[in-house]
Every structure is written in C-alpha cells, then in structure tokens.
DNA sequence: ATCTCGTGTCAGGTTTACCTGACATTCGAG
DNA sequence: CTCGAATGTCAGGTAAACCTGACACGAGAT
C-alpha cells in the first residue's frame, strides 16, 4: 500500500530509528512500512496518523475507496 | 479494539458470513473483529469503510486520537 | 417434535506484521 | 583519510491476523 511516510519523516529530520521510537516499533518495521513491504495494523496506522497530525487517508492511499 | 461493526451490520439485515463474503474474509474474522479479539489490518479497515460508507474511523474508535 | 438458520466456540494451520541482531555501504564531519 | 551516523539488507524468531473445518446451542418455522 502506497504511502508518503519516508517523505513526512525526513521532512521533519527525523531518523529511522527516531521514527520507530516515537511510533513504538522497531526500525525494520519502518524500513518495510516506507518500502511498501508491509501494510501497518490499524493500531500503528493510528499511531502514526497522531504523531503527524494528518488523517490516516492522507498518509496511506485507500484502494478501496 | 472498539467497533461498530456488529451494529452495522445487523442494521442492514446482513449475517456474519453475509459480511464475510462481501469482505472477502472468513466468518472466523468476522467474529474475531467483533468481539474485539483481533484489530482488522489497515486494508481489511479500508474495505470495511468503503462498503459501509463511512470513515474507517466512526466505525473503529481510535485510540490515539 | 423436527428442521433450518444464525451464532458461538474450539482446534489446528498459514501468512504477515513486527521483533532482535548482525553486517555492508554511503556520506558528511573532523 | 578516518570516523561515526544513517540507511540498506539479510537471517531467523514471535505474535497476531486470518484460514478451514467441525460441532453445540437457541430461536423460528413447519
């Protein structure tokens, strides 16, 4: 699922791993989040679409919609 | 994860495997989603939202918000 | 009373999200 | 040139999401 997480997180200059900490996961779980290897749990989706403050849909493309 | 999905679908007259079959998953995640065993992944959350036509996040209460 | 339909629940299996740890590469700072 | 920081990538593990199949139970219809 196309998103724009790497683009939001080094607009904010933030790490991989700075990332991973704010959102509670690891630095392999962003890694395969920003090259499209996985899809987040809805938990996380929410955690992320918080920590930047854009709606989840704005982040992550909805392929259904 | 606290939802609205047994109330959505009841409302539309549809059963648990009704639901599935319009999700493209079993009757097993259906239960499982609403007894708030699993949290659903973010493309199940997508297609949920699109088939009830409402945000993913009025169906699914968001913790983080 | 029986039959059916919707639901609840268990058992066991596959896939995927997420984990830790290790190492190679690149690149800017000193 | 060297060092450290950020990224990429691999290997192998755990946990959760999802699967199929089976059976028990209650409510309604016949």
Do not use: C
């Not at 790497?6 to 779980?29: I, M, P, Y």
């Not at 290897?37 to 809805?42: A, E, N, T, V």
């Not at 918080?50 to 989840?56: C, Q, S, T």
Request: charged share 30%; proline share 5%; hydrophobic share 40%.
């Amino acid at each position: 699922m196309k998103n724009r997480l790497k683009e939001l997180r080094s607009a904010r200059g933030w790490t991989q791993e700075d990332l991973g900490k704010r959102l509670g996961v690891s630095r392999q779980a962003i890694i395969a989040l920003e090259s499209d290897k996985h899809d987040p749990s809805l938990d996380l989706a929410y955690r992320i679409a918080a920590l930047f403050g854009e709606p989840v849909e704005t982040i992550f493309e909805n392929p259904h919609a």
